[in-house]
């Protein structure tokens, strides 16, 4: 099975969510969004695929947002989607590909649908709450 993760190494979510793909045996191919940047086709794509639009995969925390003026509901989405191209900061993260589909994995839990199968080991969250008990069963 082949898995993508747009992954940022800087956010704890995102550095989870790829412990979790790893763990599950996987070997992800991993695009650092924040150095390749993004194209206008292959974000249209992925939203599209994991049913978001340009204002659900906003950052809006820790990224330039508010004040380049985007959090105001009456931009459109033309404009977010240009300021995600400017700024790859703006799209919010970790987004995982794989053969079950295509999920802005946020909170981490949401990773273990897109997974062929379950890692064996125990899992928590990033602040320690469980998600894979020490048998390797599912508890979120």
């Known amino acids: 099975m082949s898995i993508v ?21 996987e070997t992800p191919i991993i695009i650092e969004y924040l150095e390749t940047g993004w ?16 204002r659900t995969a906003l950052r809006t925390t820790k990224s330039p947002a508010e004040e380049l003026g985007l959090l105001d509901p009456s931009v459109d989405d033309e404009t977010l989607l240009t300021a995600m191209l400017d700024h790859p ?25 897109l997974l062929g199968r379950l890692p ?7 602040e320690g709450t469980p998600m894979i008990d ?3 069963d599912r508890i979120v």
């Not at 747009?6 to 969510?17: K, L, M």
């Not at 799209?91 to 273990?112: M, Q, Y």
């Not at 064996?120 to 990033?126: L, S, Y």
Request: proline share 10%; glycine share 6%; with cysteine.
């Open 5 to 25: 993760i747009h992954h940022n190494p800087d956010c704890g979510t995102s550095r989870n969510v790829l412990a979790i793909i790893e763990a599950s045996g």
């Open 120 to 126: 064996p080991v125990p899992i928590a969250k990033e």
């Open 39 to 54: 194209t206008r086709s292959q974000l249209l794509a992925l939203f599209a695929a994991a049913d978001l639009t340009p």
């Open 89 to 113: 900061v703006l799209v919010n993260r970790p987004i995982v590909c794989s053969p079950k589909g295509v999920r802005l994995c946020r909170p981490s839990e949401a990773v273990l649908d």
């Open 134 to 136: 020490w048998k390797g």
